[in-house]
């Protein structure tokens, strides 16, 4: 039995990349300010206690050795054992940007060279003719935000304003994306996806990577929540990827979770929809009995990064750790003699850092298998050579990019 369980930690950087300059980023390290953050009693009033970070799982495999060699420094409650249980390492990501599709993209065997289209920082933040041209088609009254902002926040100023109205809420962030934030009831589920789906065909001569559905409910500024109803339309990878060869090659690609929608369903043969890390976590233990020899299941843990990293929520993020940290061995129990389980990030989002935008960081690459030797496999120069190894895991031509470590 040969199976991969590739999981993306989403927005878990562990320290600052060499180039993170260029990105405003210089200093941002995920993992090491929320420890030192624990460390210092400002993450006391998480629902797991107070403290240091606690995550002994995860450093059994090896995440405090591979923060030390990505940072230099061991995060203050982190340990290192004598003998971690993994493989453990960091990536350097190579790609342009800092956003959701360009990491998961290079994880999956193709760094994005070319640059996404991205939206000013000025208010009005989308050009006029695009607002016009969205308006006529979807038959609009007018559109209110039209800025930079966070989705939590915008739906709190703006939400009463859009149900008095029946105006969308359209915004966007330091990413290649739309988003459209829409009451479920008061606006309409389907009508917001079909005005999502609109905005992506007149969007994507502009190069913008997705359109976000935002749906949310609640009757007042205090109740309004966004809901698990999220859909991205996506620009599909223009080159091969792993899930390509492995679907081509008749094996089973399940995703969990957004990763469909981020790869525009491009090489994906089964998508488990959930929401929520917890309802995440038992999703993906249902795709690890459904994955059969050779397959590969793919999930994303969006609530770091959805609900701590952008919200800037450090004591919410550490919970959230630590509550993926004590699940963890729920899904090494799942591994057959064979398997390989890598966990990963596709960028980071340090929740301690200014603005609310993801941060330019490394990321941790821990492998796990009941048949794999633990060891260090050292600083990895492009998320692709996760790729390239569960390439040579599942015994499958690798995309061009990458090396494997195996």
Known sequence: MTRAFLFVLDSFGIGGAADAVRYGDAGADTLGHIAEACMRGEADDRQTGSGSLDLPNLCALGLG?????STGMLPPGL?????PLAQFGYGVEQSKGKDTPSGHWEIAGYPVTFDWGYFPETIPTFPDDLIAAIVEKCGLPGVLGNCHASGTEIIVRLGADHIATGKPIVYTSA???FQIAAHETYFGLERLYALCEATFELTAPMNIGRVIARPFAGETPDTFERTGNRRDFAIPPSEETLLDVLSAAGRQVISVGKISDI???KGITRSIKASGNEALGDATLDAMDLAGDGDLTFTNFVDFDM???HRRDVPGYAAALE???RRLPELTAKLRPGDLMVLTADHGCDPSWTGSDHTREHVPIL???PQLRPG?????ETFADIAATLATHLGVAPTPHGVSWL
Not at 65 to 69: C, E, F, T
Not at 79 to 83: A, G, L, R, S, V
Not at 376 to 380: A, E, L, W
Request: glycine letters at 10%; proline letters at 3%; zero cysteines.
């Open 323 to 325: 509550a993926f940290d």
């Open 376 to 380: 260090t496999i050292g600083r990895r």
């Open 65 to 69: 050795a591979a923060a030390r060699m």
């Open 175 to 177: 990413d290649s994306v």
């Open 307 to 309: 609900l701590y990293g």
């Open 79 to 83: 340990t290192e054992p004598e003998t």
């Open 367 to 369: 492998a796990v298998g």
């Open 263 to 265: 790869f525009a369903k």
